[in-house]
């Protein structure tokens, strides 16, 4: 899908300013409550006890195909809502004069990414699941309040949110802005974390 999108970015279609934010703010909303969701569930799992009875409730049985198919639209999501806005970045980047540096960057990143994948693959067994499930559910809170900031600012810039301006910091790697709507976006996601986690311990 991302090798089609960049095909249709480069020979079909001009992908404008504002068309693009617009991708970018609804895709980046949509992983943030899928992410949300994940977090959440995650978070239960990493509590005593829920973890194994999670595994031998799946051990009894093959995985269903709801949940297969959820499995599929999370990592489907939120892997092409990344390769659409590298592609396009990088079409602008290559376009620029600039093809060296982008293929010395590329094969960086595979090199380190093979890195991390031997050791997770040699680490993971030994890893204590209630542990990684917590650290990953707060990695995933994290990663949803910072889509949600970024989608709703990135509608703004397009036009189809009001711009209300706030004395607020600006954050651009944590997505925070000092926009009362990204704001707001990030305070609901907090809201509901806190709500979900709460009621995961009782």
């Keep these: 899908a991302g090798v089609a999108t960049w095909a249709a970015a480069v020979f079909l279609v001009d992908i404008n300013g504002a068309d693009r934010e617009l991708t970018e703010g609804f895709s980046a909303l949509f992983a943030a409550v899928v992410l949300l969701g994940v977090g959440v569930w995650m978070h239960q799992k990493s509590l005593a006890g829920q973890w194994q009875a999670y595994i031998k409730d799946k051990v009894s049985g093959v995985l269903t195909r709801k949940s297969a198919f959820m499995l599929f ?5 939120v892997v092409y809502r990344e390769a659409f ?11 620029a004069g600039n093809k060296e540096a982008i293929l010395q960057g590329m094969t960086a990143a595979a090199a380190v990414l093979v890195v991390i994948a031997v050791i997770l ?6 890893l204590p699941i209630g542990q990684f499930f917590a650290a990953s559910s707060a990695l995933i809170a994290v990663l949803a309040f910072v889509l949600a900031g970024k989608g709703v600012a990135a509608l703004e810039e397009a036009g189809m949110l009001p711009v209300i301006t706030v004395d607020f910091p600006r954050i651009d790697w944590l997505g925070v802005y000092p926009s009362a709507m990204p704001l707001l976006a990030q ?7 806190v709500v979900g986690f709460i009621f995961n311990k009782r």
Excluded at 73 to 77: D, M, T, Y
Excluded at 85 to 94: G, H, K, P, Q, S
Excluded at 187 to 193: D, K, M, Y
């Design 187 to 193: 305070l609901a996601v907090i809201v509901f974390l």
């Design 73 to 77: 639209v999370l990592a489907f999501v």
């Design 85 to 95: 806005e590298t592609i396009l970045f990088y079409v602008a980047l290559w376009s």
């Design 121 to 126: 693959l040699q680490t993971s067994r030994r």
